[in-house]
């Protein structure tokens, strides 16, 4: 049996214990910090240092907001997305505390200089010679991150590009939109005749979340292809004569969450898109396009990638449309668009293993590795179904070294007629 005092504490205490929590329950309510179980948000967003750039541009590509959640990942998450921008050289983030669950970010931003230009010279077996190029331009010109360019191509391909592109041309509307222009000149790679066009290009797109996007594209191009190649005096239709003159527009809708453009670790990519065109040389068509690309880490083995694409046309395609397969970019070791048609698919499989990877700017990368592959894929003329062929395919390794947006492979690839053949490999793949 209990004592005589301790039945007398024992109420006692438990009227203690009632009052507390009395006392402390509605405190508990009124404290944001405790009633959320020590989870805090973001009570304030404060950009420092921009002379030029609009802060909700900056808001924007931080893509953090009033009353988010704050973690310790945050921090790095916006000082990676803030160190994208092209004009932006350098970003401080500073986190303070402002009461019971509430955290205030001060960014710090220094402003990169708005004038750019980059040269280039490089062999191109597309264009069975030597290609260099002098690009000249501005980034955020007005402060709303739009870039103005102007592109000289010379030798194997001569010709010139305009670019002007504005992501907020509603200022804190998710649109934006580009325009350019272009003319120029090259041997066409895969027949024996050359090729010349100048035209226009509009876009606008919307960004419906922080991976997707949605666009609309409308060019005109006035096409003109000479020399006299005998493909003319074979399918003359195929073609669209010497002469011609299309108007399209493509629906697109893309989603990307890569966390690197030319050197993806894990991420997918998804494009799908449907484009109609009206052509002078009567050559009408639709063309339906869907890719896919996805990477994912396996532990100690290394990135497992993958891409898929179908093309499908309603009606013959001009030549300039068509696909054409083979080659380091499609089916390594198959003679260079020796496959092609109205209509394609195309597979691969690639497990790489990066041995060292540096990422830059804007999804660049400085990386080595080594990696395996196997590729499949067909094509075939509009009225000829692709299940009915027999695709071709490779499968082989080598080596890789990314140097910026070029990604340099050399590679060993056997071919389903057994060959084997060494690849070298020039542009990013996937």
């Known amino acids: 049996m209990l004592s005589r005092s301790m039945r007398t504490r024992r109420p006692c205490a438990l009227l203690t214990i009632m009052v507390v929590l009395g006392i402390a329950a509605p405190a508990f309510a009124q404290n944001p910090f405790l009633a959320k179980h020590g989870q805090r948000q973001v009570s304030a967003i404060r950009f420092h240092g921009h002379r030029i750039t609009k802060e909700y541009v900056l808001r924007r590509a931080a893509g953090v907001e009033v009353g988010d959640p704050y973690s310790s990942t945050l921090i ?13 050289a350098y970003v401080d983030i500073d986190s303070r505390s402002e009461g019971p669950g509430k955290m205030a970010l001060d960014i710090e931003v220094v402003e990169d200089s708005r004038f750019r230009w980059s040269s280039g010279l490089r062999y191109e077996r597309r264009y069975d010679g030597w290609l260099g190029d002098l690009t000249v331009g501005m980034v955020n010109l007005t402060g709303r991150a739009e870039t103005l360019a102007l592109r000289a191509t010379l030798d194997a391909k001569r010709g010139l590009d305009l670019l002007w592109l504005n992501p907020h041309v509603l ?34 797109w919307r960004d419906l979340g922080p991976w997707v996007r949605m666009r609309t594209d409308v060019d005109w191009t006035h096409i003109k292809a000479f020399d006299g190649a005998p493909s003319f005096e074979i399918e003359p239709s195929r073609f669209g004569g010497l002469l011609g003159e299309d108007l399209s527009v493509r629906f697109a809708l ?43 880490p396996l532990p100690w083995a290394g990135i497992l990638s993958g891409r898929g694409r179908l093309r499908l046309a309603d009606s013959d395609l001009p030549f300039y449309q068509r696909s054409y397969l083979g080659g380091p970019m499609s089916l390594r070791g198959i003679d260079f668009g020796g496959v092609r048609g109205d209509q394609s698919y195309l597979s691969t499989l690639e497990l790489r293993r990066p041995i060292y990877v540096l990422p830059l700017r804007d999804g660049k990368a400085i990386g080595l590795g080594v990696h395996l592959f196997h590729d499949w894929g067909q094509a075939a003329d509009r009225g000829t179904s692709l299940g009915d062929l027999r695709p071709h395919w490779d499968y082989g ?17 056997r071919t389903d007629a057994n060959e084997t053949v060494f690849v070298f490999e020039d542009q990013f793949t996937f």
Do not use: C, K
């Open 254 to 296: 893309e989603h990307d969450s890569r966390n690197q453009r030319y050197y993806p670790s894990r991420g997918l990519y998804l494009l799908a898109s449907q484009s109609f065109a009206n052509s002078a040389t009567g050559q009408d068509y639709a063309l339906t396009e869907i890719d896919v690309r996805g990477f994912h």
């Open 397 to 413: 390794g080598g080596f890789h070294f990314n140097f910026g947006t070029r990604n340099y492979r050399f590679e060993w690839a």
């Open 171 to 204: 200022g804190r509307a998710d649109l934006g939109v580009e325009f350019g222009a272009h003319i120029e000149s090259y041997d066409w790679q895969y027949d024996d005749f050359s090729y010349r066009s100048w035209g226009f290009h509009g876009g606008l």
């Open 76 to 88: 790095p998450e916006i000082r990676e997305r803030l160190d994208a921008l092209p004009f932006i």
